[in-house]
């Protein structure tokens, strides 16, 4: 046993074991004694380990992380970056934000840069590669997972793995449960008219759902952000000021929830009275609201863990590609 095996016990990384091991002060307390106490129960000996052992090449695993705003993505790199290199993996990882360029022309680009870096496996989350011809697939150097990416033929293909929340089923629940709850008026607040991530999905369910029950009429009713604080703040406030009879907000996604509650409370409406708000992905933030936020919340770490396991099963052969659907958990809180 050695650090990394510890820090991957104590669901840290090996740099905070090592500083617990030498006594460093930046360390709370509390991570002190949770990992103390792993050390103790493996009866781990740091001196043990102290003879350099003959270096071998580590694996590399690419991680590869679309749209940087989203917060929640930013907690799946860093749970995964923890667990990866608590396998004693090289992570090769960067941030990916080309909307304009063509879809095929940019993962025909990432492949040949995935090959050149001798990639034992690749996780990429999000973006669109519904347009990508097969082929373009199967061209993939190594094992690959992509999580929440808009993709086409997921069921049959067998060049790639794929863990999702089910956003279209999910989104449609969303805007029914208003519709249901007796709304007319609907307000939905997106990022954009054009986006083709996994959030334009919800949006083409939110039409579904409004056309299904007759309220063609709020299919008007779109505020776009671009995931924007400042715009969808000064946007919905606007909005809200020219339709006093909208009685609920559909928001597209948790990022943007705190500024649609500032813009409802400007524009004199009681979010969770008079004005009923239902959201999409989990984010922790909206916990902390006033009024707290009702939301559809991904179940950010159960993917994580299953994208790491799927991810090196592959690479060992132990299993074939897969594609995993997440349902999202219904949180009732403050605003409906």
């Not at 347009?131 to 929440?148: G, I, M, Y």
């Not at 249901?180 to 008219?193: E, Q, Y």
């Not at 907000?249 to 708000?277: N, S, Y």
């Not at 009702?294 to 074939?320: C, E, S, W």
């Amino acid at each position: 046993m050695n650090i990394r095996d510890i820090a991957r016990l104590a669901d840290v990384t090996p740099g905070t074991v090592s500083k617990v091991l030498n006594d460093y002060p930046d360390i709370s307390e509390a991570t002190k004694q949770h990992v103390l106490r792993i050390i103790e129960e493996n009866q781990y000996d740091p001196r043990a380990n102290t003879r350099r052992k003959p270096e071998t090449e580590a694996p590399r695993i690419g991680l590869v992380i679309e749209s940087v705003y989203n917060p929640l993505y930013g907690m799946m790199e860093d749970t995964l970056s923890i667990l990866i290199h608590n396998t004693n993996c090289e992570i090769i990882s960067f941030h990916d934000n080309y909307y304009i360029q063509d879809k095929t022309e940019k993962l025909n680009e990432l492949i040949a840069g995935f090959d050149k870096a001798k990639l034992s496996g690749l996780i990429y989350i999000g973006g669109n590669f519904e347009q990508v011809p097969r082929e373009v697939f199967s061209a993939l150097p190594c094992p690959t997972v992509f999580v929440n990416t808009a993709l086409p033929y997921p069921t049959e293909s067998p060049v790639y793995s794929s863990v999702q929340v089910s956003h279209y089923e999910t989104a449609l629940a969303q805007m029914q449960l208003l519709i249901d709850s007796g709304h007319r008026d609907i307000c939905t607040v997106i990022s954009s008219l054009i986006d083709n991530s996994v959030y334009g999905q919800r949006l083409e369910a939110y039409r579904a759902a409004l056309k299904k029950n007759g309220l063609e009429h709020n299919l008007n009713n779109i505020v776009e952000t671009d995931y924007q604080l400042e715009k969808a703040y000064a946007s919905v406030l606007k909005f809200l000021q020219a339709h006093p009879e909208i009685t609920a907000v559909c928001c597209e996604t948790d990022i943007v929830a705190p500024a649609v509650l500032r813009a409802a409370q400007d524009a004199g409406r009681v979010t969770g009275q008079d004005l009923k708000l239902v959201s999409f992905d989990g984010l922790e933030t909206v916990r902390y609201c006033v009024p707290s936020v009702t939301t559809f919340a991904q179940p950010a770490l159960d993917m994580v863990r299953h994208v790491y396991q799927l991810l090196f099963d592959l690479i060992a052969g132990k299993r074939q590609h897969q594609h995993i659907t997440f349902r999202p958990l219904f949180i009732r809180r403050e605003s409906f």
